[in-house]
């Protein structure tokens, strides 16, 4: 994974592995088989928000409402014009972009913020142990789409050493998914609920970001085809604090052909961003919830 310009134009190519289904050229995901000869398109490029859009220039451009274009490359099902807006939490040091719209084909998303950020500790727990928690959520009922972030330890006993320079993409992404669950099973049983795709790592400013692409597996329902019985992932993580930062976008797989190049820019654009006065750190009072 390279990060993009502040144009947010320098999609990468994702090769499905073991799967015939449509080769994607807009995306930000790169698998370790063509990440070398992607490289040169975005070394030193660093995180988009500091490329051109300081901190203080997205804070004064006004937050909840800066919209970014996006022109996406030939070949995408979003050839037209994408509009981003932006979201930065001071709460937890983080920012990213998210889809608001096609003007010219008079599309737009219809987002509502369902999770506003709040701190780890008083923040809605993923699984009964309350170690993986969402900071951040918003969602698009009709278009089924969902964009979340969350925090939690890394699971050490998947990842085995502290140092994060060891740590593989897919073990990173086995961490967080251990902890992904609302039922009272063990992190073996959640792991069984995903599928792991894709994982690679990319280095952005000195610092690890780990990418994964994932399967969840849904109950079948009466109105539910077979199609419809997983969710498609893609997610973002880094390291902080000795806490784990995941974003994570996601849809419906029969619905991952048209979305899946708008949540993979969102993806590509989460970077934690450096500590301000208004930054709660996860291990600061974990168990308050005002």
Known sequence: MLPLSP??????????????VLVRKECGFVPKAVASSCAG???????????????????????SSSLFVVAPSSGSLAEEELKMASVVDDINAYSYLYPVGL????FMFKWVESRKPERYSSAAPLSPDARLRIVSER?????NL??????GPPNFQILKSKEKS???????????????????????QRLAESSVLDAHSSDINGEPYWYYEYLV???PTKTAQESNLYRHYVASTAERDGYLYTLNASTLGKQWTKMGPFLEKTVSSFRLLPPTENYVPPYKDPWRFW
């Open 41 to 63: 398109a975005g070394a030193g490029a660093g995180p988009a928000f500091f490329n051109g859009f300081g901190r203080r220039d997205l804070v004064l451009l006004g937050l």
């Open 217 to 219: 597996r849904k109950s």
């Open 7 to 20: 144009s947010l134009s320098n999609p990468l190519c994702l090769r499905w592995r073991n799967r015939a």
């Open 103 to 106: 003007p010219s084909k008079n």
């Open 146 to 151: 969902i964009v979340s972030v969350s925090i």
């Open 166 to 188: 060891s740590w593989s993409a897919k073990n990173v992404a086995d961490s967080v998914l251990s902890d992904k669950s609302a039922l009272r099973v063990t992190s073996t």
């Open 139 to 143: 969602v698009d009922i009709i278009d």
